[in-house]
């Protein structure tokens, strides 16, 4: 564990919530995705602690120690925004400005363009790793959309039944799903046959370099914990996001943006996700404001710890020129 983290719990939006936070200085706030926490962020809480900031990372809603209400419907992009607002004006009472930096990966990320697409006014900058914006389609549902495209195996469709990954998680053991969901570097959508989900030789799976032991103990523990549904959830709301955001159809992200991916990224890999983002395919037209789009070599999605001091780097040359401003 990096030394000089300082956790509270803050009562947001009805809930209680768990945050880390190192530094002093302008607030850059950090969003973990699936299936992580606020420990992600770990390397660069310390590193822009160092670099004059004041570093925020918090469990979301239904992750880590923070609150897990048990209704599907509570888990909604207008819930977690709002979680994420009321966090961001505790965070800048008393000082700090009126504007935070956000930086996000997976389900975090997902969030972070609710957020700049719900409150513009609140983020001062967005980095973007592994999700690019997602425009709402506006005549098909996203898990119908999915199993149409993908299949009933794609994960996605997979995590939809309450219940019921959850007890296939539990055959396997949290650390051994952890484990092979960090490891995994396939490209292309992610399948979880119904024979095996996660794969007969789980058990013989090596952590990558970038994780330790002690790290997939932290996660681990705080899953048998917490469980896994509050977080799957996120992925059973998918549909109730898409009827709660009609009124933004077409509507453009005007917040400037880096976005960061790796090449082997299971997100990237996606068929159509190149093509979006690359070559005119719409990233550029529905964030009009996208400063860069850096794609890292041999690199899959958990790009923040595998290559965390070059993501440091990245998202600093991002910031910083927003600060002498």
């Not at 994960?155 to 939809?160: G, V």
């Not at 396997?172 to 959508?189: F, N, Q, T, W």
């Amino acid at each position: 564990m990096e030394a000089g983290i300082q956790h509270k719990t803050v009562r947001v939006n009805g809930i209680n919530m768990h945050i880390a936070e190192k530094g002093e200085g302008p607030v850059v706030l950090f969003l973990h995705g699936f299936p992580e926490l606020w420990y992600t962020w770990r390397h660069q809480l310390a590193a822009f602690a160092a670099l004059g900031y004041r570093a925020v990372a918090p469990d979301l809603r239904g992750f880590g120690d923070t609150d897990a209400p048990e209704e599907v419907c509570s888990y909604s992009c207008l819930h977690i925004v709002g979680d994420i607002v009321e966090l961001i004006e505790y965070l800048l009472r008393g000082g700090g400005g009126d504007q935070v930096f956000v930086v996000a990966h997976d389900w975090g990320a997902m969030m972070g363009w609710y957020l700049c697409l719900f409150r513009p006014d609140l983020v001062k900058g967005f980095v973007s790793l592994t999700v690019p914006f997602r425009p709402r389609h506006p005549k098909m549902k996203p898990v119908e959309a999915m199993r149409a495209f993908f299949g009933e195996e794609y994960y996605m469709c997979r995590f939809q039944e309450p219940g019921k990954i959850e007890s296939e998680i539990a055959k396997y053991g949290a650390e051994a799903v952890i484990k092979k969901i960090l490891s995994d570097r396939k490209p292309g959508p992610p399948k979880l046959p119904k024979e095996n989900p996660f794969g007969s030789d789980i058990d013989q799976i090596k952590l990558p370099c970038w994780f330790k032991e002690e790290d997939l103990k932290y996660y681990a523990t705080k899953y048998e914990q917490k469980g896994f549904t509050g977080a799957l959830n996120y992925y059973r709301a998918l549909d109730l996001n898409w009827e709660l955001t009609a009124a933004w159809s077409g509507a453009k992200v005007r917040v400037p943006v880096k976005f960061i991916v790796g090449d082997v990224d299971m997100v990237y890999t996606t068929p159509g996700v190149k093509e979006y983002i690359h070559d005119g395919g719409g990233f550029k037209k529905d964030v009009p404001l996208l400063e860069d789009c850096i794609v890292m070599e041999n690199t899959g999605h958990f790009i923040n710890q595998e290559r965390a001091q070059e993501i440091d780097a990245h998202i600093h040359d991002f910031i910083k020129k927003f600060r002498v401003k």
